[in-house]
């Protein structure tokens, strides 16, 4: 029988993440914030935990997928926290989207209990998650990569590895930094189509026979003109993403101008209350800032 694995985060992510690893056969022992997001998976027969030290106390990996840098060290390193349960040579594996300087932190509070902590944050969305076909990057030990391998393949199609987990963080946000990028010029130019008069569709027609095609494109262009802005990735996910990439890269020496424009708009769009809407959503202040209303 595979071995016990712990998750810890059940939003929309985490939750078909922890789907794809019950319908794999892996037991679970489960806990989020909200427990109603829980609460199914303890109905499938999964350990419903109160708190992420008894996820850890059941299992000797534990998954977790959670919003930020601050609720990342908050269920890792908090009296309740992760590590506090962790058995010796145990490997708590995150897969969120969070800074460089919070994995490297992790990994070598993780180190000096004799635990291990491998950063492996995901590119995908909920239908590649349900169905095991993410890309992941797994940053860390080879011996805590070892030990997560076969739970980390029940999820993706492939994986990267990487020595350190801040290569594996930056890799990340760069990734988010092209989906930030490529969704503000859609929505822009789906917003000067329809103001000169073009129909829009002819515009994704055309970009769809052309090299400038790509799948989110074609699936977000079609979702914002049907005016579905039901979430996949929350605006306010994105918003914290670019940021989070703009403050990386500051030591770096690196600036980026174009991330910083986008920022701004994400940074409109949850001011006029879009946080929760689909990361696309930002077409509507590009609409109301044109005077344009909505189809």
């Not at 027969?45 to 930020?68: D, K, Q, Y």
């Not at 569709?201 to 074609?218: D, K, R």
């Not at 424009?261 to 044109?290: F, M, N, P, Q, W």
Request: overall charge neutral.
């Amino acid at each position: 029988m595979p071995p016990r694995v712990g998750f810890v985060g059940l939003g929309m992510m985490g939750s078909a993440m922890a789907e794809r690893l019950m319908e794999s056969g892996y037991p679970l022992s489960v806990t989020s914030r909200t427990r109603t997001h829980a609460e199914p998976f303890a109905a499938r027969g999964a350990l419903l935990c109160e708190n992420p030290a008894e996820v850890a106390r059941s299992s000797t990996i534990v998954l977790s997928m959670i919003s930020t840098s601050e609720v990342l060290e908050t269920i890792a390193l908090g009296d309740d926290g992760i590590l506090s349960g962790l058995p010796e040579q145990g490997v708590h594996v995150d897969l969120s989207t969070v800074s460089p300087a919070t994995t490297v932190k992790l990994e070598q509070l993780y180190a000096r209990r004799s635990r291990s902590f491998l950063y492996c944050p995901v590119l995908g969305s909920v239908p590649q998650a349900r169905e095991g076909s993410l890309l992941l990057f797994a940053g860390g030990s080879p011996e805590a990569f070892r030990a997560s391998e076969r739970v980390l393949a029940c999820l993706g199609k492939r994986i990267w590895r990487f020595q350190s987990t801040s290569e594996t963080a930056y890799l990340k946000l760069l990734c988010n930094s092209f989906i930030a990028g490529t969704i503000t010029g859609l929505a822009q130019a789906l917003v000067v189509a329809r103001a000169s008069g073009l129909d829009p569709s002819s515009l994704l027609e055309v970009i769809g026979q052309s090299a400038l095609n790509s799948p989110m494109i074609q699936s977000k262009g079609a979702a914002v003109l049907a005016r579905n802005f039901e979430p996949r990735f929350f605006a306010e996910h994105m918003l914290k993403d670019v940021t989070l990439l703009l403050d990386a890269a500051k030591p770096l020496g690196c600036e980026l101008p174009a991330l910083e424009a986008t920022k701004d708009l994400y940074e409109r769009a949850i001011r006029a209350g879009l946080g929760r809407e689909d990361y696309s959503a930002i077409v509507k202040i590009l609409e109301e800032r044109a005077n344009m209303s909505p189809e």
